[in-house]
C-alpha cells in the first residue's frame, strides 16, 4: 500500500511569462518595492487612527500575485528595508521602523509571499479564486498589523482593532474587486490559465 501524497501542481506567475534571466528577475524585485513605495502615496487619512487608507497594501498582494512568492518576499523586504534606512516612501512619505503604522508593512511582506505562494498554484485565475486570495492576504497584513499598531501605541486590541481594521474593510473590498477584475484579465489577455 502506498503512501505517497500527491504533490501540489504549480505553474507561472504573470512575471514568468517575461524571459526568463537574473536581469529581469532583479528588475522585477526592484519594481516591485518602487509600486508599492509609490501607491503607499496615495493616502487618505482616517478620522481617529494613526494608520491611512493607502494603495500600499494593494500594490503588495499584486506585487506577490504577479511575482511570485520568492520575488514578492524580496520586493517587499526590500521596501521595508529602504524604508527603514530612511526613504521616505512609506505612507504619507514616512519612513523607519518606529511608526504605528510599520507592522503594516511587516504584514504585507509576508502576505506577499504567500499570495505569491498561491498564485502559482493558480489562484490569480478566477474571480472567485482572486477574491480569496486577496481577502487572506488583507487578513494576514492585519494578523501582524493590528497587533503591532496595538503594542505600538498603548492601545487595547479592541482599540486597535477598531482604529486599525474596522475602518479599512470598505476599502479593502474595493481593493479585491479590482483586483479580481485585473488579474484574471490579465491571465485571459494573455491566452494563458495556467
Known amino acids: 500500500m502506498s503512501t505517497a501524497s500527491a504533490a501540489p501542481r504549480t505553474g507561472p506567475v504573470l512575471a514568468d511569462l517575461l524571459p526568463a534571466s537574473r536581469a529581469r528577475d532583479i528588475a522585477l524585485v526592484v519594481g516591485g518595492a518602487a509600486l508599492t513605495?509609490?501607491?503607499?502615496?496615495?493616502?487618505?487619512?482616517?478620522?481617529?487612527?494613526?494608520?491611512?487608507?493607502?494603495?500600499?497594501?494593494?500594490?503588495?498582494?499584486?506585487?506577490?500575485a504577479g511575482l511570485g512568492a520568492g520575488r514578492g518576499f524580496l520586493s517587499l523586504a526590500l521596501y521595508a528595508l529602504i524604508g527603514m534606512a530612511g526613504m521616505p516612501w512609506f505612507a504619507d512619505g514616512t519612513s523607519g521602523a518606529g511608526g504605528a503604522s510599520f507592522g503594516y508593512v511587516l504584514g504585507m511582506l509576508l502576505a506577499s509571499?504567500?499570495?505569491g505562494a498561491l498564485a502559482r498554484r493558480g489562484a490569480d485565475r478566477s474571480v472567485l479564486r482572486t477574491a480569496g486570495t486577496m481577502a487572506l492576504g488583507s487578513a494576514i497584513i492585519y494578523a501582524v498589523?493590528?497587533?503591532?499598531?496595538?503594542?505600538?501605541t498603548g492601545m487595547s486590541l479592541t482599540a486597535a482593532i477598531a482604529a486599525g481594521l474596522t475602518p479599512f474593510l470598505i476599502g479593502d473590498a474595493l481593493k479585491a474587486a479590482l483586483a479580481m477584475g485585473l488579474l484574471p484579465a490579465a491571465w485571459k489577455l494573455l491566452g494563458r490559465r495556467g
Open 145 to 152: 498589523g493590528v497587533p503591532y499598531l496595538a503594542a505600538s
Open 113 to 115: 509571499t504567500v499570495v
Open 37 to 64: 513605495g509609490i501607491a503607499a502615496q496615495i493616502a487618505v487619512p482616517v478620522p481617529g487612527s494613526p494608520v491611512p487608507v493607502t494603495g500600499q497594501t494593494f500594490a503588495a498582494l499584486l506585487v506577490g
